[in-house]
């Protein structure tokens, strides 16, 4: 409207067109008032939002730009604006290392490429964990597609402990990534419960149009890894109480950097700290535990306890052999 030479806009004008245009677009019936027509023209006029609109009032009650030429549409972003802009892209772009969706990496290219022609090129200042020898990386983008668009997948699949692959028909229903490992969370048609399908152990998949997809009911996915660490899990495995007690000169690292949201300090003295976590007992908490090696000692449940005693003791023998040896 303010571009329009062919007519003079009063403030009324305004108020009646953009009133109209809300309705049509949105349905909105109130219509709109004066007071929020003034505002925006004082908020377009402003440098808040990078505008600097060169509107002006002819004979105190006609509203137009001054420059013919100007739209808010073909406003240059400020450096700030840029530098901002080359940070977001600076972090998407490690995202697409796996080519997770070719459309968005296409974009981010192009986006990074009109940002560097207009301003100067500096390095990526964020970093996220990743390993791009990650095998099975390149299943993602198809894989996300069959369980947005519910396809049923033949897969042939052969785990760490199988001697041969075998050819299955799954229902896919979740992509979940773990220390840099994806996974696919699926329900096999001849059996029953969840499955959980390591990405790189997957030999080849295709999509079985023809295959009625079954939705799994009764799980909220949204939450149906809250309770654990890693993926190693069955709908009947539940939370336990699992009690840990660290030497002090670690339990800082413990408290700023929680082994799991549930976890909160019972107790501390002079020499420890004693933490609790409700967590499902699986091999990925076990490896978490051991990772901490002679900084931790856990203290509940039993059957815990044993595993970690028994696997303490084998890797201790693993020693005890070399030094016999020499």
């Not at 539940?238 to 413990?254: D, G, M």
Request: aromatic content about 10%.
């Amino acid at each position: 409207m303010f571009k329009n030479r062919f007519r003079k806009w009063t403030l009324e004008d305004l108020i009646e067109k953009v009133s109209s245009a809300l309705y049509e677009l949105e349905g909105i019936t109130t219509g709109v008032s004066k007071r929020t027509i003034q505002a925006d023209i004082q908020l377009m006029r402003s440098d808040k939002l990078g505008y600097n609109a060169p509107i002006v009032v002819k004979d105190r009650r006609f509203y137009l730009y001054e420059d013919t030429t100007y739209s808010i549409t073909k406003v240059p972003i400020n450096n700030t604006d840029v530098d901002k802009m080359k940070e977001i892209v600076g972090v998407l772009k490690q995202f697409t290392a796996f080519n997770y969706f070719d459309d968005m990496s296409d974009m981010i290219a192009r986006l990074e490429n009109n940002l560097n022609k207009s301003t100067r090129q500096s390095g990526n200042h964020i970093q996220l964990e990743s390993n791009k020898l990650v095998k099975g990386l390149s299943c993602i983008p198809a894989l996300y597609q069959a369980i947005l668009n519910k396809r049923s997948l033949l897969i042939e699949y052969k785990s760490f402990k199988a001697q041969l692959s075998q050819q299955g028909i799954y229902y896919p229903y979740l992509l979940k990534e773990y220390r840099n490992r994806w996974f696919l969370i699926v329900k096999a048609k001849k059996k029953n419960g969840l499955m959980t399908l390591a990405l790189d152990r997957i030999i080849e998949f295709q999509e079985l149009p023809n295959e009625e997809f079954i939705a799994y009911q009764g799980i909220d996915f949204d939450r149906y890894f809250d309770d654990l660490l890693g993926v190693t899990k069955s709908e009947n495995d539940r939370a336990q109480k699992v009690i840990l007690e660290f030497e002090n000169t670690h339990s800082p690292y413990v408290i700023t950097k929680p082994i799991h949201q549930s976890q909160t300090v019972i107790s501390k003295n002079e020499k420890s700290t004693v933490f609790r976590i409700d967590v499902v007992l699986n091999f990925e908490l076990e490896r978490e535990i051991l990772g901490f090696g002679e900084a931790v000692k856990v203290i509940a449940p039993r059957l815990l306890v044993n595993k970690i005693k028994r696997r303490l003791s084998a890797a201790s023998n693993h020693y005890e052999q070399d030094i016999s040896c020499s």
